[in-house]
Every structure is written in C-alpha cells, then in structure tokens.
C-alpha cells in the first residue's frame, strides 16, 4: 500500500501482546471497542484488530491552585491535592477511555466550584480551621461526578491557604501582641504578688520590732523600779535618785554616740559646770512636776519601790 508506513503493518498484523501490571488495554475492530485485556500475553486479529490505547490503574495525583476570597475580603491561594485513579472493571476502563478527553481539568473544573462555594462564607480563620472539612466536600463531589467516567477518588487535600504576605504579616504582628499582653499581665501579677509580700514582710518586722522595743522599755522600767527600790531602802531622797538616774542615762547616751561609727559630728557642751548644769535642770523639772502634780491632785510620778518601801517615805 502506498504510503503506508511498514512498521506500522506489522505492528498491526502482530498476534500477541502483552499488557502491564496495573495496566489495561482498548482493543478495537475496526475502530469499533471490542474489549479490555487485562495484564499478561494477550492474542489479536491480526489486520482486524488493534490496540487503541492503554490505561494506567496507578493512583495519580493532581496538583491545583485556586484563588478565591473569604467572607472577611481577604484573597487566598488554596493548594488542592486530588488522588485519584481509573476504576478495575472493565467498564470503568471503557468509560474512562472513550467518555473524558483530559479528566483533570474535568476535576479541577468541580474542586474550583466546591472552594469557591465553601470559601467566601467562611472568615480567614475559620478557613484554616475547617480545612478538613472542605477537603471532604471536595473528594465526595468529584466521587460522585468522576465516577460516572470509570475514575475513584482516592484522596482530595487542601495542603495550604496561604493570603497575601502583607496579611501574614499583619496576623503575626496581632500575635505578638496577644502573647506581649499576656505576658505584660502575668509580669504585673509577679510584682503584685512580689509587693504584698514585700509589704507582709515589713509589717511582720516592724511587728517583731515594736515587741522588742516594748520589751527593752519594759526592762528598763523594771530595772529603774529596782535601783529605785534600793535607793528608797538606803533612805536616799527619790528626787535627788532620778535626777542622778537622768544624768546617768545622759551620759550613756554621750558615750553611746562616741562609739557609734556612722555617727555625724554633735556639737555638746561638756565642761564641768555643763554637767552640773544639767544636772541642775534636771533636779529642777522634777521638783516643778512634783508641785505640779500635787496641786492637781495627782500622785507624783515616781517609780514606787517594790514592797512598798517607798511608799513608807
């Protein structure tokens, strides 16, 4: 025959062939299907016969990426996986041959309806939340549709909704500062806690420290009571005793203040005459408290001497 290419003769006069694992074979009479051969050697008319074409039951994937919005006016790219395959049965085989051209775009085609009507009544947020459940939406859509064409659906994934970087960047910065208020609220609660137990310290201290300090005022008056008392059993005069007591405290108090390290510089008069002046004024507010007292009709305040001793004076 002219014009016809010999290889292809004989390729088309072959008896057998073999067809794959996972694999099936169109075979037509004059152009017309006669069957699906399965896997292994198979036998043809030759010259009436041929192999049309060979169909893969490999699970295959379709990549996808499709625009939309979501109810808040945000734009996003949603990346779709669909997994799918041709079914076993012969008839599947058939339909999948003769009844689709290019099934991923058929696919493609019924996920972009599925997204577009689930996406734009959802926030961006709810979006990333129910993800799954789009997903789902889509692999029982294109199950129902694709199976009428010979394909299943393995598996239909969202693997990503990504927005536009500038929104990225705006829910990162409303992030950070949810985890900074956060954070700013449990620093003011650890210095709030770190105060009142400041303050509960200082209270109990300055507790600790009135006691010790009403207990020191407490011994000394007790020790006073008792030099009094001895003073009053030697038949001493009670005024003349306080007064020295007086000038024995002052004196304490001066050396006290000699010893003292941090200390600053106190100008005293302490000649002599100093003392016995001082000594002077304190006999005198003692006799004028005592005059005091006694036209008021109160008792004086001397210490009495345990015993009553005295009181005997």
């Known amino acids: 025959?002219?014009?016809?290419?010999?290889?292809?003769?004989?390729?088309?006069?072959?008896?057998?062939?073999?067809?794959?694992?996972?694999?099936?074979?169109?075979?037509?009479?004059?152009?017309?299907?006669?069957?699906?051969?399965?896997?292994?050697?198979?036998?043809?008319?030759?010259?009436?016969?041929?192999?049309?074409?060979?169909?893969?039951?490999?699970?295959?994937?379709?990549?996808?990426?499709?625009?939309?919005?979501?109810?808040?006016?945000?734009?996003?790219?949603?990346?779709?996986a669909v997994q799918y395959k041709v079914g076993?049965?012969?008839?599947?085989?058939?339909?999948?041959?003769?009844?689709?051209?290019?099934p991923e775009v058929q696919m493609q085609s019924y996920a972009f309806d599925v997204v577009r009507s689930h996406i734009p009544s959802m926030d961006l947020d709810e979006a990333y939340a129910d993800a799954d459940t789009i997903a789902m939406h889509i692999q029982e859509t294109l199950h129902a549709q694709m199976g009428e064409y010979g394909y299943e659906i393995v598996k239909a994934l969202i693997t990503n909704i990504e927005p536009d970087q500038r929104v990225k960047d705006a829910m990162n910065n409303i992030n950070a500062a949810q985890r900074n208020q956060v954070a700013a609220s449990a620093q003011g609660d650890a210095q709030k806690t770190l105060a009142v137990k400041k303050a509960e310290g200082e209270k109990e201290t300055m507790r600790l420290q009135g006691e010790g300090v009403a207990a020191e005022r407490m011994a000394?008056?007790?020790?006073?009571?008792?030099?009094?008392?001895?003073?009053?059993?030697?038949?001493?005069?009670?005024?003349?005793?306080?007064?020295?007591?007086?000038?024995?405290?002052?004196?304490?108090?001066?050396?006290?203040?000699?010893?003292?390290?941090?200390?600053?510089?106190?100008?005293?008069p302490h000649s002599p005459s100093s003392v016995g002046d001082i000594m002077s004024q304190i006999r005198d507010g003692i006799l004028i408290a005592d005059a005091a007292s006694r036209e008021t009709g109160a008792r004086p305040r001397a210490i009495p001497p345990a015993g009553g001793a005295a009181a005997s004076r």
């Open 1 to 80: 025959m002219i014009g016809r290419d010999p290889i292809e003769g004989i390729r088309h006069a072959t008896l057998f062939f073999t067809v794959e694992q996972q694999e099936r074979a169109i075979v037509e009479r004059f152009g017309k299907f006669v069957r699906v051969a399965g896997p292994g050697l198979q036998t043809k008319t030759p010259f009436v016969e041929r192999v049309a074409g060979r169909m893969s039951l490999q699970v295959e994937q379709l990549n996808s990426q499709i625009e939309t919005k979501t109810k808040d006016n945000v734009f996003v790219q949603v990346k779709l």
């Open 88 to 102: 076993p049965g012969d008839q599947q085989v058939q339909d999948a041959y003769y009844k689709l051209d290019d």
């Open 220 to 268: 000394i008056a007790q020790g006073l009571h008792e030099s009094l008392d001895v003073i009053a059993q030697h038949g001493l005069d009670l005024k003349e005793a306080m007064a020295l007591v007086a000038l024995t405290q002052y004196t304490d108090m001066i050396r006290a203040l000699g010893e003292a390290s941090n200390t600053n510089t106190v100008l005293l």
